[in-house]
């Protein structure tokens, strides 16, 4: 049972496209998050929501959008892609918005826009 | 504002020695620090966590991490490396509104 997943796994694009990329957590949790990793492994927070409520907007350019249909499902949707979103999104959830709870992450996806 | 600084950003050591991954934290009220794995191609996993209470904190896989508020430390260390402790390594503090804040990460090299 996979606790936070996200597809696709792989994600292969050409400049200018518009692409999505879900998440989904079977853990029951409030708190949603998406983060960018770099190709230095520089991880970085993008979004964060609670209750399909947004709560950090750590600003990202709006060619990136979030969207929280239910609690259980964050994803991310980006428009006219450029090449430095090339990147691993990584999309984690923790039970409540409480500084001391754990993120869970998602296995990431990798897009890489040519 | 709350930081991370991880020291070295590869470390070596032989199978069966001890690790010892640096974190130092800047943070101006009492911090929560993490320590995550992450595996190559996979996501991050929880290794351990400081919140309130006992400054060592002992983790998954025989991880532990003492926090020291006088060193503004948080190090990493394990008495006995194995070769499936090859990963990168990262620190992080929470900032508010569970703002993770991540260390620029220590890749762990494993000999045998």
């Known amino acids: 049972d996979t606790a936070v997943s996200q597809t696709p796994k792989y994600l292969v694009t050409q400049m200018g496209n518009d692409k999505s990329i879900k998440c989904e957590q079977n853990?029951?949790?409030?708190?949603m998050y998406w983060y960018k990793q770099d190709s230095k492994k520089f991880l970085k927070i993008m979004f964060s929501y609670n209750n399909k409520e947004l709560i950090i907007n750590e600003t990202v350019p709006n060619r990136f959008s979030p969207k929280s249909p239910d609690k259980a499902h964050l994803n991310l949707h980006i428009n006219s892609l450029e090449l430095g979103d090339s990147a691993v999104y990584f999309c984690a959830s923790s039970q409540a918005l409480r500084d001391q709870e754990t993120q869970y992450f998602g296995p990431g996806t990798r897009l890489l826009v040519l | 504002a709350q930081s991370v600084t991880q020291l070295g950003s590869h470390v070596s050591v032989s199978e069966g020695a001890l690790v010892l991954l640096r974190c130092n934290y800047s943070?101006?009220?009492?911090?929560?620090l993490f320590w995550y794995v992450q595996y190559p191609n996979q996501g991050l996993q929880l290794l351990l966590k400081?919140?309130?209470?006992?400054?060592l904190v002992k983790g998954i896989n025989g991880f532990e991490a003492e926090f020291k508020k006088s060193e503004t430390s948080f190090h990493l260390t394990k008495p006995s490396a194995h070769m499936s402790d090859a990963a990168e390594y990262f620190c992080a503090v929470v900032t508010g509104f569970q703002k993770l804040v991540f260390g620029t990460g220590t890749r762990l090299l494993v000999s045998p």
């Open positions: 400081y919140t309130t209470g006992a400054t």
């Open positions: 853990l029951g949790h409030d708190t």
């Open positions: 943070s101006s009220v009492p911090p929560y």
